[in-house]
């Protein structure tokens, strides 16, 4: 086999690089055409008072997806080094820290950002990721919410969620968090979050208020009546039971 030349060796290469350079180059237009196209769409279904304010914050947008397809990373390995000793610590040499004003003091710095902006198409479902139901028809959302209030409610602080919506997600998710609207006014209601593990339905209407570990299985419906309370005892374990205003349990 007869061997090529330097000179047309170093040719080859340089033509090889052109090439992918080029291709790199079509990538990236086709890229930000695509992208161009999907938010003149997005634009076309938007309501004609809000289609000036989307279009401001679109052309925002993509102009900074334009010089984050021209920008060109570089990455000095020269200077990637191991993590120094003891930089990771393992989780379960972490202390434990019981008292509960420094628990709150630090929860009072906290605020919890999640991404919200993905539709469950992929998936089957209509409308965004977070609402779709996970157990007992609870939503991710509705699990989010739930735990930031329990963490509110036991320590007495006010942690704020910030959702990152995009346009397909946000006008259904203003929708859901409607119902959070009015949730201090019913979190002195409970003692303790119920166990719902093999919950399948919940309905509670009217005054109702539960003790601390209650548990909750099946189909269980709780509807105190106008100017009844209803007090479910601490330790209560309701399955399958229909609870009416006067506190009367009935097999369901």
């Known amino acids: 086999m007869t061997p090529q030349p330097v000179h047309r060796l170093h040719s080859l290469d340089h033509k090889a ?69 003891g930089a990771i610590r393992s989780y379960k040499s972490l202390g434990t820290v019981s008292e509960k004003e420094l628990i709150a003091a630090q929860l009072r710095k906290l605020v919890v950002v999640k991404l919200n902006g993905g539709l469950g198409t992929s998936m089957g479902c209509k409308g965004p990721k977070s609402v779709i139901s996970v157990r007992n028809d609870l939503t991710f959302l509705d699990l989010t919410m739930q735990q930031i209030q329990t963490l509110n409610k036991t320590y007495g602080v006010d942690v704020p969620l910030v959702l990152m919506n995009s346009f397909n997600t946000n006008e259904d998710t203003q929708k859901v968090l409607k119902k959070y609207a009015n949730v201090k ?3 002195g209601r409970f003692n303790g979050i119920p166990d719902l593990l093999e919950l399948d339905h919940l309905t509670v209407s009217g005054d109702v208020w539960f003790g601390k570990d209650v548990s909750l299985k099946g189909t269980v419906i709780i509807i105190a009546n106008h100017g009844d309370r209803i007090d479910i005892p601490p330790g209560s374990i309701l399955e399958n039971k229909i609870v009416s205003g006067n506190l009367r349990i009935l097999e369901h």
Request: include cysteine.
């Open 17 to 85: 690089d052109e090439s992918s350079e080029e291709w790199k180059t079509s990538t990236k237009l086709e890229a930000l055409g695509t992208m161009e196209g999907e938010l003149a769409h997005l634009l076309s279904t938007c309501k004609p008072d809000k289609l000036a304010h989307n279009k401001t914050e679109l052309s925002g947008f993509r102009n900074l997806f334009a010089r984050f397809l021209r920008a060109k990373p570089t990455v000095d390995w020269s200077k990637i080094e191991p993590l120094p000793e």
């Open 185 to 187: 006014d019913y979190l």
